[in-house]
């Protein structure tokens, strides 16, 4: 059933970044399978490709669909992120990031699949040295999110040198904002990002805690590197193109090397949504490092990758402008 365009299976496809990937390999020109087992993504979110309802647990579905549709390579978003269920539930962690990962690497290495690009994240370096953070920063979790993932990038190699599969694994800072045209957005469910949930605050939902403001920063908040989800779905085409034309496999930071602090979140949200934001002050979270921004030169240089919606208001204002058409996510459109 393959047709003309190249074809990209995307796992995780049903979920807040793989859904936004799906729409920009769409637009560049691929034919996009999804390949989701829902268990946090949506139906309604798969607007673009096909949707193969299935686990990446399940090597032999995999190398059905491969083979089925001539695959040329994967974007593989499938995991659970969530940092303090990680550390609780260490078990399930490894078994869907890494033993799932590889269900999908063999998958790959069996039907001769040469390309994987793989969602990494700045979990990996745990407390920074120094900042903004380079992809020479030590890589050194501390939870177990963030191992799940350095082991995944860690075999790599390996899988490289014994089956010639080459990859990119992008390093996310934190994933934001929603597609500008409105059609697809953020739907986790818990919502644990920030600005999610400040939007939640804002609009009568569940209050918003801030986990300490005695940091060493400006205002006393932690500060983060927030990117917009349609850059780094771009940065997902650009790392694809990348490994189909030079074949050459490396790591690459993603994130507009611009932090902002919890309360420039906050106050960015009363000024887009025109609303007061409850708050209340809650103690720091073990682990929360005062200050994680990237340096994504390498990015830039190797992949042209620039963020074009990295101002703090425009996230801001296209993760509320999905919010307040969908103020119940994708079910109840
Ligand atoms: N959101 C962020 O800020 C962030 C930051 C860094 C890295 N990441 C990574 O990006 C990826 C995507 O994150 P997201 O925010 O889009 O998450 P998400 O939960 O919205 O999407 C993940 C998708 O994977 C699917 N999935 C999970 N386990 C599966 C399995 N066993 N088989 C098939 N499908 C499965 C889910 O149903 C969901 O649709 C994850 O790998 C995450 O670790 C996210």
């Not at 560049?28 to 993504?41: E, F, K």
């Not at 300490?212 to 085409?237: E, Q, W």
């Not at 490092?289 to 963020?307: C, D, G, I, R």
């Amino acid at each position: 059933m393959a047709g003309s365009a190249p074809a990209v299976l995307v796992t995780g496809g049903a979920g807040y970044i793989g859904s936004h990937a799906a729409k920009a390999l769409d637009h560049a020109g691929y034919r996009v399978i999804v390949y989701d087992n829902l268990v946090a993504g949506h139906r309604a979110a798969v607007k673009y490709g096909e949707l193969v309802e299935g686990d990446i647990a399940d090597v032999s579905s995999l190398r059905a669909v491969m083979r089925q549709h001539e695959v040329v390579g994967v974007m593989h978003f499938a995991a659970f992120l969530d940092v303090g269920e990680s550390v609780r539930d260490p078990i399930r962690y490894y078994r869907n990031n890494v033993i799932g990962a590889l269900g999908v690497l063999e998958a790959m290495a069996a039907e001769n699949v040469r390309n994987f690009v793989f969602s990494s994240t700045c979990a990996t370096y745990g407390e920074p040295l120094e900042t903004p953070i380079t992809e020479a920063h030590p890589q050194k979790p501390i939870n177990s999110y963030g191992e799940t993932k350095l082991a995944v990038e860690h075999a790599l190699p390996h899988l490289q040198a014994a089956h010639g599969i080459c990859w990119i694994a992008l390093r996310y800072f934190n994933a934001s904002g929603a597609d500008p045209e409105g059609e697809i957005g953020e739907d986790h469910s818990p919502e644990i990002h920030l600005i999610p949930r400040t939007i939640e605050a804002a609009t009568g939902g569940r209050g918003l805690h801030v986990f300490g403001d005695d940091y060493p920063t400006p205002d006393g908040t932690c500060l983060r590197d927030y990117v917009h989800v349609t850059d780094l779905a771009d940065a997902h085409v650009r790392a694809l193109e990348a490994l189909r034309e030079t074949g050459k496999s490396g790591a690459y930071n993603l994130g507009t090397g611009r932090p902002h602090s919890v309360r420039q979140v906050i106050d960015a949200v009363e000024r887009v949504t025109g609303r007061t934001v409850p708050w209340s002050l809650a103690p720091r979270r073990p682990g929360d490092p005062a200050v994680l921004f990237a340096s994504a030169q390498k990015a830039h240089a190797e992949l042209h990758w620039t963020p074009q919606y990295a101002d703090l208001d425009t996230i801001v204002r296209t993760a509320w402008d999905w919010h307040r058409t969908h103020p119940q996510g994708y079910d109840h459109q």
